[in-house]
């Protein structure tokens, strides 16, 4: 009989952008409380609040033991 490697869930996370009226960008994953970081630029906003989403699930794996399933970003 054939092995079969389990099926792996994808998990979206959301990240929602607004530009300040200073003109920073202000990111933020709703799904994940807490994460919410400014950019001078979009792409600044962008990188920042994907690395800390990833150290924030990085804490959760450690806390628990659980792996978390593949995670993606995508935009508002």
């Known amino acids: ?3 079969v490697a389990p099926k792996r869930r994808l998990k979206l ?5 607004d530009r300040e009226e ?3 960008w202000i990111a933020d994953v709703p799904a994940l409380p807490g ?5 001078h630029a ?3 906003a962008l990188a920042k609040v994907q690395a800390l989403a990833l150290r ?5 794996i450690e806390e628990d033991g659980t792996p ?3 995670v993606r970003f995508v935009l508002a």
């Open 1 to 3: 009989m054939p092995v």
């Open 13 to 17: 996370l959301t990240i929602e952008l």
């Open 22 to 24: 200073d003109g920073r």
């Open 35 to 39: 994460v919410v970081v400014y950019g």
């Open 42 to 44: 979009k792409q600044d």
């Open 56 to 60: 924030v699930l990085a804490s959760k």
């Open 68 to 70: 978390q399933d593949e």
